[in-house]
């Protein structure tokens, strides 16, 4: 596998954007997480940040770094539209 930050960009952005997609056209965000409105999304971060792990694992700092800089702006983008305080 190439290592890269487009790389990790790229593979970043997937699973918050399947977040965002769930959370606007379906019921599931309700159903799993009634009472946690940004349930999916901190579980998109989860899964980059263990995507991350892996990829410094197996030398591919590039690759991880992307990861943690998608992960990164999609939580500050988080906080900035749903006004949740820090």
């Given at each position: 596998m190439k290592n890269s930050l487009g790389l990790g960009l790229a593979l970043?952005?997937?699973?918050?954007?399947?977040?965002?997609?769930?959370?606007?056209?379906?019921?599931?965000?309700?159903?799993?997480?009634?009472?946690?409105p940004t349930g999916l999304y901190v579980i998109a971060a989860a899964i980059n940040i263990v995507g991350c792990y892996v990829c410094y694992k197996k030398e591919m700092e590039k690759t991880g770094n992307g990861l943690i800089l998608i992960t990164f702006l999609s939580m500050l983008l988080l906080v900035f539209t749903?006004?949740?305080?820090i």
């Open positions: 970043g952005v997937i699973f918050p954007l399947v977040a965002f997609l769930l959370m606007q056209y379906t019921n599931v965000q309700m159903q799993l997480f009634s009472d946690k749903k006004n949740i305080t």
